[in-house]
């Protein structure tokens, strides 16, 4: 028994997929699928409700919503009405080629064991990712200007080094979940929700630092032999030249949170680096496609509301 959360940002473009190869293969005998379609059209709203009155949907819940909300709260009005007890986190661009649930569900009826990933990989079956190493300020400062590509050593997540240590083991522990998709037991989250601290990041460090925080049912596992196939650069990241700043301010909230408050020497390197990063990304915003700039523009206006509503508009160094 499972809830399947996912949000659909935009359009069902990537939607349907996910949704179709989830109804292919899943085997349980009760699971539901709610989904979250956020800031859709009116064409793009209809078109979706029209298609999932189709008896071969009978297992989706569909809700619309629009306004400003982060990637946590979006996820928490599905949450809200989620009945099982178990509940997966999932992006849209994702799809999957097996029954990865039952082997979680499985996984899952151990007492000290928490949440349950599968592997991520792309759409050609290569490994994208294990799961994120440990946190380290360096790593993330590197990776937010891809200088961690110079090495492997600075990577936030592990890839194929550890591959062969997954031969003939049904799951291993790791450091943190992915928010691409992660199976959790709802009574392991605070009322049974995601932790809204954050609005487009780090969502997925500060669950899992929250989980392992826990005194008992507090790991996170890796399993093994399941895997799910990931898009990527197609959810969120569509609108990066407009989330960047917010994604900053998260990693540095994290820090704090997690005691790693760092000098001001490293906040300024990293707000400096980051915000251009930010302004360059912006401007390629504006000179792209039509399409790509009206996507880019619209979030952007409506971050901004949601910057001025939580004091996030400025982020100078008299903040750090």
Request: overall charge positive; charged content about 20%.
């Amino acid at each position: 028994m499972i809830s399947i959360s996912i949000v659909s940002m935009g359009d069902a473009s990537n939607l349907i997929p996910c949704v179709n190869s989830l109804i292919e293969n899943i085997r349980l005998s009760e699971y539901e699928i709610i989904v979250n379609a956020f800031n859709y059209s009116n064409e793009a709203m209809i078109c979706v409700e029209e298609l999932f009155k189709n008896k071969k949907y009978q297992y989706v819940k569909l809700q619309f919503s629009s306004g400003v909300r982060g990637y946590s709260a979006n996820h928490n009005l599905n949450l809200i009405i989620a009945k099982y007890p178990i509940v997966c986190i999932l992006n849209d661009d994702t799809y999957i080629k097996e029954d990865i649930f039952s082997t979680a569900l499985s996984i899952l009826e151990s007492s000290e064991i928490a949440v349950c990933t599968p592997i991520i990989r792309n759409y050609d079956g290569s490994i994208q990712c294990l799961y994120r190493k440990r946190v380290s300020r360096l790593s993330y400062l590197l990776q937010s200007i891809k200088a961690y590509k110079l090495s492997s050593f600075f990577d936030v997540y592990e890839n194929k080094n550890k591959i062969k240590e997954l031969e003939n083991k049904e799951y291993i522990e790791i450091p943190f979940c992915l928010g691409v998709c992660f199976i959790v037991k709802k009574s392991v989250l605070i009322n049974g929700l995601l932790d809204e601290t954050f609005f487009l990041g780090p969502d997925d460090l500060y669950w899992s630092y929250l989980i392992r925080k826990r005194n008992y049912c507090n790991k996170i596992v890796l399993a093994c032999k399941s895997s799910i196939y990931h898009k990527g650069h197609s959810s969120i990241s569509k609108y990066s030249s407009c989330a960047i700043p917010v994604q900053v301010k998260g990693m540095l909230k994290l820090f704090e949170l997690m005691g790693f408050k760092g000098n001001k020497i490293f906040r300024l390197i990293f707000y400096k680096v980051v915000l251009f990063k930010y302004f360059l990304n912006r401007i390629m915003s504006l000179i792209g496609s039509n399409k790509s700039k009206n996507i880019a523009e619209g979030y952007h206006n409506t971050l901004k509301v949601y910057w001025r509503k939580n004091n996030l508009s400025s982020i100078y160094l008299s903040e750090i």
